[in-house]
């Protein structure tokens, strides 16, 4: 079975600054690998996934995340972030052969402080 | 783009009651869809995976019986919590999938949040 972990529960950073969330998975098979961003008492947005191809994905909002297969990583990074950034972010895997189910990982709550 | 309308966005009832919460595909068929639970500060956590016109696999540890998935026709599924109690409460939330496999398409709802008193 896969698994994801997030090592950060919490990432304080101030606005403008860079972050980076951190995401390791395990899959013994290969993987599609997804960040969310929860806002509070809202469902999920797909910030950007990776399927095949290219191991850097951008998102329209400044976000990028790289595929590393030999570090099973698949960290979330941004340059400058802005207040409204602050939200949940969740990395997930989905795995064919488990039906395409997605296992998320524990969130991290980033906080933006100006 | 693809759009899931999850509904009510919150809802409070009284223990020993049922409480049903709708997930519409608005724009698209959705064959398939996943019903998660979320605790406050916590993840999301797969309850069931839904098939138009087949019954739900519920995953580990999930009631069925408590928790009742029917996904009738190809744009509505519902999850009916039955005589819920107060441990039932919680952040509901659907998801649909709107790609063929392999394709990484994902549409969720906004949620509803229960709370059982």
């Known amino acids: 079975a896969q698994s994801v972990t997030q090592l950060d529960s919490q990432v304080p950073v101030f606005e403008e600054a860079p972050v980076e969330l951190r995401c390791n998975y395990s899959?013994?098979?290969?993987?599609?690998l997804f960040w969310y961003v929860q806002y509070p008492n809202q469902g999920l947005q797909l910030l950007l996934k990776?399927?095949?191809?290219?191991?850097l994905v951008k998102s329209i909002n400044g976000f990028e995340a790289e595929f590393n297969k030999s570090q099973t990583s698949f960290h979330l990074r941004k340059p400058s972030v802005h207040i409204s950034d602050t939200a949940e972010y969740f990395c997930a895997v989905s795995v064919s052969a488990a039906g395409n189910k997605l296992t998320f990982g524990g969130g991290t709550r980033v906080l933006v402080k100006p | 783009g693809a759009v899931v309308s999850q509904h009510p966005s919150r809802v409070i009832c009284k223990s020993g009651t049922s409480v049903k919460i709708e997930c519409r595909s608005l724009?698209?068929?959705?064959?398939?869809m996943f019903w998660y639970r979320q605790f406050p500060k916590q993840s999301l956590m797969l309850m069931a995976t839904?098939?138009?016109?087949?019954?739900?696999?519920?995953e580990q540890g999930v009631e069925k019986d408590k928790f009742l998935i029917n996904h009738a026709s190809l744009t509505l599924s519902t999850l009916t919590v039955t005589s819920a109690h107060p441990e039932d409460s919680s952040f509901y939330i659907c998801?649909?999938?709107?790609?063929?496999?392999?394709?990484?398409?994902?549409?969720f709802g906004s949620g509803t949040r229960l709370t059982v008193v």
């Open positions: 724009d698209f068929q959705a064959t398939t």
């Open positions: 839904s098939n138009e016109g087949s019954k739900a696999t519920y």
């Open positions: 990776y399927l095949s191809g290219s191991t």
């Open positions: 899959s013994s098979v290969s993987v599609y």
């Open positions: 998801s649909a999938r709107t790609q063929g496999e392999g394709s990484g398409g994902y549409t």
